[in-house]
């Protein structure tokens, strides 16, 4: 089983539909068993897939001494589970003084038979829930939005993925690449992207995710579905199938 982390501490990235695609791509068109973790207060990854419930078990109750097995609900999707979230998994954060951030991992490692793959959507801040899908993950997804990203942000965003990787007890190298998101393909987003390129700090996917209103159009509140159910031939379901390809050869399949 590999865990995958899609984390930014910026919002506005593309992090939610990278995190759902990625997971519904590696389940439908990779035949993968995989889980879904909601690991964002705001639950978006989890109203997408229609799971998401005021009243739902969230991670909050991990925290609390409940197995994570118990929180797992089916998703619409073959091979595709979730753990939503919803507002109140924030007191996690809150109370993240008397926890322990590596739980999350020694959690998974029980269910290491039942999933290939484990996604986990972070929330757009470096709080106690992502630092623990850090300290939890084989491979680090960071979404950047080609149009308007800056290096100092990257900068500050490995850090906390080099801090992670040194303090957490999971003893497995902690991969970390850049993906651009919402390309247009203008010169001064190429631009942008040379300027990552030439820091020679993070790895980039070649996979670019490019910009198109199909993704907002697949997860408006009548339709939430993935892009392959929603628009299969549309160029930003391509560029999602290509990267959940690259992200397996990634890490090593």
């Known amino acids: 089983?590999?865990?995958?982390?899609?984390?930014?501490?910026?919002?506005?990235?593309?992090?939610t539909t990278t995190a759902v695609n990625l997971a519904y791509d590696l389940a439908a068109e990779e035949?993968?068993?995989?889980?879904?973790?909601?690991?964002?207060?705001?639950?978006?990854?989890s109203y997408v897939l229609w799971r998401y419930n005021p009243n739902a078990s969230t991670l909050y109750k991990l925290y609390g001494g409940k197995a994570l097995t118990s929180l797992i609900r089916r998703s619409k999707y073959r091979n595709l589970d979730i753990v939503p979230s919803m507002s109140g998994l924030e007191q996690v954060n809150k109370e993240s003084g008397t926890l322990d951030p590596n739980e999350l991992r020694?959690?998974?490692?029980?269910?290491?038979d039942r999933y290939d793959y484990v996604v986990i959507d972070c929330q757009p801040t470096m709080q106690f829930l992502t630092i623990s899908a850090l300290y939890a993950a084989d491979l680090v997804i960071v979404p950047f939005k080609?149009?308007?990203?800056?290096?100092?942000?990257?900068?500050l965003m490995q850090d906390y993925l080099e801090d992670a990787a040194l303090k957490r007890e999971y003893a497995e190298d902690l991969n970390y690449a850049c993906l651009l998101t919402m390309f247009n393909g203008r010169a001064k987003s190429l631009n942008r992207?040379?300027?990552?390129?030439?820091?020679?700090?993070?790895?980039?996917?070649?996979?670019?995710?490019?910009?198109?209103?199909?993704?907002?159009?697949?997860?408006?509140?009548?339709?939430?579905k993935p892009l392959?159910?929603?628009?299969?031939?549309?160029?930003?379901?391509?560029?999602?199938?290509?990267?959940?390809?690259?992200?397996?050869?990634?890490?090593?399949?």
């Open 106 to 112: 020694r959690q998974l490692n029980n269910i290491a």
């Open 193 to 224: 992207v040379i300027d990552l390129i030439e820091q020679d700090t993070y790895t980039i996917f070649d996979t670019m995710i490019s910009f198109s209103t199909i993704c907002e159009s697949a997860e408006d509140k009548k339709v939430r």
């Open 228 to 253: 392959l159910k929603h628009r299969r031939k549309s160029r930003v379901t391509a560029d999602y199938l290509e990267l959940t390809k690259e992200v397996l050869s990634e890490i090593g399949e």
């Open 146 to 155: 080609a149009a308007g990203f800056n290096i100092n942000g990257l900068e």
């Open 1 to 15: 089983m590999k865990v995958i982390a899609v984390s930014n501490y910026k919002g506005g990235c593309a992090k």
């Open 31 to 45: 035949g993968k068993r995989v889980l879904l973790i909601d690991a964002d207060p705001q639950g978006n990854a």
